[in-house]
């Protein structure tokens, strides 16, 4: 056991010595696969690679988040916008268990992250060692890929494989666990050399191209054909090839919350958001198509509604990277397996070049339904009392839609999906799948890492800001450019929707309490301003954007403002509600 301790202590180096620390293994392997920016938090299990770290501090930039959490989530809006894989530091036990919400968040919403966590000495495991918990068990059913470390001459190996599997097919989370030992064991290292091929594992099915051919017959053969588009447009980089698919093919098309911005929110093609609280036309025409073609998108529940009532007429095309997912919510006519990036222009070339002006006029004429009953009083209210939606709608003036938009989750998640508008791609970081609270900050510190060029708004609720606001600690220290908004209902607003519309009015602890934001940011030396008419408004976002630095802006909204329109729980896509009377 000693002696495993000794190996701390690394001898002087002969000249022909090429033995290095598995810690400097670890950071050598970070430098081959260009990382640019760490998020983490040290502890005892994970010194060593502290330690090294030290030396590495200029070629190697750590942001000290002021919690696990934090880190994983500011690794996640990092590989959001900058389409790179995050990396994370945590040590054993309780710094691992603190990632596991983010892993979990990672791995719904298909997020590339690297996880190295400190764990105890190889002896101790299974022991019950101070600050030991079985990380690899815990994080499995959360991670695409994850493996224990007990001897440093893995590290190299683990690393390469740990980068491509995070990064390549359908992206994921990675936790690679290291002993201490092995962290702090000498070992002669023969380079780095990153991995690109893994026997049992194909990150992108073979493309059938006899399902190509028979998608495009259906295609050519639609009268009322709808595309409906996910994150896997934006993760496959592949913008320009989905708008050339449209382009041609003149079919309307709507987006998943996770694929907003894969082309530009007021394209004429595009007719809005899919869901619970998406647009009113593309969820009622979902059960009016007859082909239905699903890119890059998973069926996910709050997309699909009821699914014995959802898109039963149509025939269903899905193209996906990931073939776990054909059938498993919804029954598809023809796969189209494989990278859209490969499938969308073999889909092109065969697709007859059409428009549906009528088909697509009913949209619009839909969106003007939508517009008279709920978007005018949203985005032009006629009371003294602010919406979310006007917010939403001055700031995209100001921003012209350029803005990396992140949110956390509640009521001002939905409002911002549905009102923001996003020029471009990468700009819409939000927690899609798992819908975690408290993600906004700290994944908005990742984003402005991730994307420095163009400035990160986060839109945050009172009740979720709550949740990670220690994360100015990471602001006030490393000095990312973040613009705080602060939509402040005073309630936790989605759950007291809920509450009204469905329980009966019955408001049960959903009152929450606020600090003054405002001074609470000033404590982190953060400026900030607060908010509560509609004359501050445009001045005040105007304040927030030009600042030199982070910002906080705190706005007073309706206290009791209900999003919609609404796909209640249980009922299908086409029996969405434009109002609470309708309910
Ligand atoms: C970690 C976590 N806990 C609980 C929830 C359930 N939840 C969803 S939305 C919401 C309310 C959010 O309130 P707030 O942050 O004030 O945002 P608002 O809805 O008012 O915009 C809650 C509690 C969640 N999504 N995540």
Known sequence: METLELQAKKPAPSKKDTSISGSEAVLEALLAEQVDVIFG???????????????????????????EQGAIHAAQGYARTSGKTGVVFATSGPGATNLVTGLADAMIDSTPVVCITGQVF?????????????????????????????????IPAALAKAFYIAGSGRPGPVVID???????????????????????????????????????????????????????????????????????SGIPAAWTIMGAGAIPTDHPQSV?????????????????????????????????????????????????????????????TVPVWGDCKETLPLLTSLVEKKTYPEWLGLFNEYMEKEKTKVINDELNP?????????????????????????????????????????????????SGGLGTMGYGLPAAIGAAYGDPSRPTVAIIGDGGFQMTLQELGTIMQFKPNVKILILNNQFLGMVRQW????????????????????????GFGIAGNSIKTREELEPAL??????????????????????????????????????????
């Open 41 to 67: 938090y040290p502890g005892g299990a994970i010194m060593p690679i502290y330690d090294a770290l030290y030396d590495y501090n200029d070629r190697l930039k750590h942001i000290l988040v002021r919690h």
């Open 122 to 154: 190889a002896h101790l495991l299974g022991t019950d060692a101070f600050q030991e918990t079985d990380v690899i068990n815990i994080t499995t059913p959360i991670t695409k890929w994850n493996y224990q470390v007990t001897d440093a001459t893995e």
């Open 178 to 248: 290291i002993t201490k030992n092995a962290q702090m064991q000498l070992f002669q290292y023969a380079g780095y050399s990153k991995c690109n091929h893994i026997r049992s594992y194909r990150p992108k099915p073979i493309v059938r191209r006899e399902f190509v051919e028979q998608a495009a017959a259906l295609i050519n053969s639609a009268k009322k054909p709808f595309v409906i588009w996910g994150q896997g447009v934006i993760l496959g980089r592949a913008e320009k090839e989905f708008k050339a698919f449209l382009e041609k």
């Open 272 to 332: 809005g958001m899919l869901g619970m609280h998406g647009n009113y036309g593309p969820n009622v025409l979902t059960n009016e198509c007859d082909v239905l073609i699903a890119i890059g998108m998973r069926f996910d529940d709050r997309v699909t509604g009821r699914l014995d009532k959802y898109a039963k007429q149509a025939k269903v095309i899905h193209l996906d990277i990931d073939p776990s997912e054909i059938d498993k919510n919804v029954k598809t």
């Open 382 to 430: 006629k009371g003294d009392v602010m919406t979310m939606g006007e917010v939403v709608n001055i700031l995209n003036r100001l921003t012209e839609g350029n803005a990396i938009v992140v949110t956390d989750v509640g009521q001002h998640q939905m409002v911002t999906c549905r009102y923001a508008q996003f020029n471009k791609s990468n700009s819409n970081i939000t």
């Open 499 to 522: 509450q009204q519309l469905f329980h009966g009015n019955r408001y049960s602890f959903v009152d929450i309490t606020s600090p003054d934001f405002v001074q609470v940011a000033k």
């Open 542 to 583: 105007k304040q927030m954007l030009d600042h030199d630095g982070s910002f906080l802006l705190e706005v007073f909204v309706g206290k009791e403002n209900n999003v919609f329109p609404m796909v209640p729980q249980g009922r299908g896509v086409a029996e969405i509600v434009l109002s609470s009377d309708e309910i």
